[in-house]
């Protein structure tokens, strides 16, 4: 390891310059750097591997914080109020219409409305808009605000689900017609450039008032590590359940699946989730 250069984890520094030349009066003292660690321009993508993958960073209200956590995004959240869904999906769809990705939120109506809502009072909050590198029209720099690149947005743009009826064969879920249904969407935002798609799922308004299948849920997020990875550069998926509508068993089986999960008011990570396609085997293996 050589002492001074850049690459080195290790740097000299000279003290005591100013009262002595005299090279006996120079004190030579050696620290330590941390090291910054920098992601190259193509990273390989997490779930699938691809090396063509360019990682980015997708931002989660969660309470009164923003949590930044990597693309591709497959999160799910537990919440028990539907204020929090509600401020979270909100974000989440807003963010996305102003960086130019479709925004396919399958929520109620009222949600719908609330979320638009939401967005709207974003857009015409009165913020400083920047460049590229953070600095306003008033010569200041404004630093990590999130909204520095707030853009002429539609809330009304959102390509809401207004049928739920269409995943389900009779009153079951049907995993892979949902799944079908986001490849689909997945597809046409890669044929039409690559731009990202950001799905919204609340898992109530899915069921609504068909009974709740904790074996077709498990089967349609393991699917969804498994099935989509191919489509994991373009697409990003917040799953939304209640509280009052899951038992902790079923919490416990979603957790070990997701590397990251929104729990109350607090982002888990899960650096070693199970692997989805084990998972999936071992739940069509109870199915027989």
């Known amino acids: 390891m050589q002492m001074g250069v850049i690459a080195s984890p290790l740097r000299t520094c000279f003290w005591g310059i100013g009262a002595r030349r005299s090279r006996e009066h120079i004190r030579v003292r050696t620290f330590r750097i941390p090291e910054v660690h920098r992601l190259p321009c193509t990273h390989p993508c997490p779930v699938s591997g691809r090396r063509d ?27 028990s109020s539907p204020d929090e869904h509600t401020a979270t999906a909100s974000t989440f769809l807003f963010d996305g219409l102003r960086a130019g990705h479709r925004c ?6 009222e949600v719908l409305t609330a979320i638009r809502l939401s967005c709207s009072e974003e857009h015409d909050s009165d913020l400083p808009l920047t460049d590229e590198h953070g600095f306003g ?12 690149f707030r853009a ?69 997020e393991a699917a969804s590590h498994a099935i989509l990875a191919p489509d994991a550069d373009v697409l990003a998926t917040l799953t939304q359940y209640h509280y009052a509508d899951l038992s902790g068993e079923f919490i416990i089986e979603l957790l070990k699946i997701h590397p990251v999960a929104v729990v109350a008011q607090f982002v888990r990570r899960n650096p070693h989730p199970f692997d989805a396609h084990r998972y999936m085997t071992r739940i069509l293996g109870r199915q027989k």
Not at 104 to 109: D, K, L
Not at 137 to 148: E, I, L, Q, V
Not at 192 to 205: E, F, L, P, S, Y
Request: glycine share 6%; with cysteine; aromatic share 10%.
């Open 137 to 148: 029209a008033d010569g200041r720099w404004h630093g990590d605000n999130p909204k520095r």
């Open 152 to 220: 002429p947005t539609d809330p009304s743009a959102m390509d809401a689900v207004p049928d739920a009826s269409q995943f389900f064969n009779g009153n079951s879920l049907d995993p892979y017609r949902l799944i079908a249904f986001q490849r689909t969407v997945a597809a046409e935002a890669r044929k039409a450039g690559g731009a990202m798609v950001r799905m919204v799922i609340d898992m109530r308004w899915l069921f609504q008032d068909r009974p709740f299948s904790m074996h077709d849920t498990l089967k349609f």
């Open 53 to 79: 993958f360019k990682l980015a960073m997708i931002e989660l209200v969660v309470g009164s914080r923003r949590e930044r956590v990597p693309a591709p995004l497959h999160v799910c959240q537990f919440a």
């Open 104 to 109: 396919v939120p399958f929520v109620g109506e």
